[in-house]
């Protein structure tokens, strides 16, 4: 398994309260993605960073916001979670951008905003 | 926005048929790679193509990756209850990946 750790793996949260998801891996690659899975959406990218600091937005970044202070930790935060937000999210990792590069997955966090 | 659309969105087949998944789209990607995902779990990748025309075979799944580079599919000889599971496309360009919604496949024993 690639290392990579999502925490929390389950979290309810009332509307309007700030979440933050963490992930956290292990094999130094450059490479670090957060996407939401839905019913009849698939995978969506939210965020993706390509190094420390250096970030970018996906095709569903409203809402979002994200961080990666260290090679290993990309943070997911919601300012203000709505209940669209409720979703599973994924954290994905990659050495690099380039064509055929492996990604990997973390287990996913299931978030309920209620 | 780049778009990738999977067909059939649902299959159940008994174990031991043939099936094939497809993967579509309008357009060109540096490479497609193909994942499976069970329950609970995240995406497992199975296999990355990466120049047009390729074939890859893993053990009974062959995968194809269209001349133009805009389509791929995936073949299962002789299906088995544990190919069960969602498979996922998905379309890599310049370090992101755009999925397909995937098709859920049933293989009752």
């Known amino acids: 398994d690639a290392g990579i750790t999502q925490s929390p793996r389950h979290k309810v949260t009332e509307t309007g309260t700030p979440v933050t998801l963490r992930c956290h891996q292990t094999?130094?690659?450059?490479?670090m993605y957060w996407y939401r899975q839905d019913p009849g959406h698939g995978l969506r990218l939210i965020h993706y960073?390509?190094?420390?600091?250096?970030?970018d937005k996906g095709e569903v970044s409203d809402g979002y916001s994200v961080s990666r202070s260290k090679t290993e930790d990309f943070l997911l935060t919601l300012e203000s979670a709505t209940s669209s937000q409720t979703s599973v999210y994924f954290c994905a990792i990659g050495p690099d951008g380039r064509p055929g590069n492996t990604i990997y997955f973390g287990e996913g966090s299931w978030l309920t905003v209620v | 926005t780049q778009l990738l659309e999977q067909s059939p969105q649902f299959l159940s087949i008994q174990e031991g048929e043939n099936l094939t998944v497809y993967c579509n789209s309008s357009?060109?990607?540096?490479?497609l790679q193909w994942y499976r995902q069970e329950p609970g779990e995240g995406p497992v990748l199975l296999v990355t193509v990466v120049t047009g025309g390729e074939v890859k075979k893993l053990k009974r799944l062959t995968f194809q990756f269209g001349d133009a580079r805009k389509d791929s599919s995936l073949h299962i000889t002789a299906a088995q209850p544990g190919d069960t599971g969602l498979y996922l496309c998905a379309g890599g360009n310049a370090g992101k990946s755009t999925f397909g919604d995937g098709t859920t496949l049933t293989v009752k024993p």
């Open positions: 960073s390509y190094g420390v600091k250096d970030t």
């Open positions: 094999e130094n690659h450059r490479y």
């Open positions: 357009s060109v990607f540096s490479s």
